[in-house]
């Protein structure tokens, strides 16, 4: 591990991102108390990951192909049970209207 004060890695900074990128590590330092460590950081994937690695890890079953109950159904297109209770604090007429500062 290289140990530097700020005005040496200052002075020299491609010289200790090259040794970084070559897997040395650098320690910067401000008055001598450890402040910041430089190190190479791991590279990206170059290559596409191959397709089918998990295949047979995961079962769907033959009921996630079954239709929905038609209170679920409603529930996603919007329409509201009539059996829901209102939410407590909700204004009168719902959510759709922005709210005033201080009310």
Avoid: W
């Avoid at 491609?14 to 970084?20: G, I, P, R, T």
């Avoid at 108390?33 to 995961?58: I, Y």
């Amino acid at each position: 591990m290289i140990v530097v004060n700020i005005f040496e890695a200052k002075a020299k900074l491609s010289e200790y991102l090259d040794m970084a990128a070559g897997g040395e590590r650098v320690l910067i330092c401000k008055r001598n108390r450890p402040v910041v460590e430089l190190h190479a950081v791991e590279s990206a994937r170059t290559t596409p990951r191959p397709v089918g690695l998990g295949r047979g890890r995961m079962v769907v079953p033959p009921s996630f192909f079954e239709p929905l109950p038609e209170d679920d159904l409603s529930g996603f297109e919007g329409a509201v049970q009539a059996s829901a209770a209102p939410m407590r604090g909700a204004p009168a007429g719902g959510f759709d209207r922005p709210r005033k500062r201080g009310q």
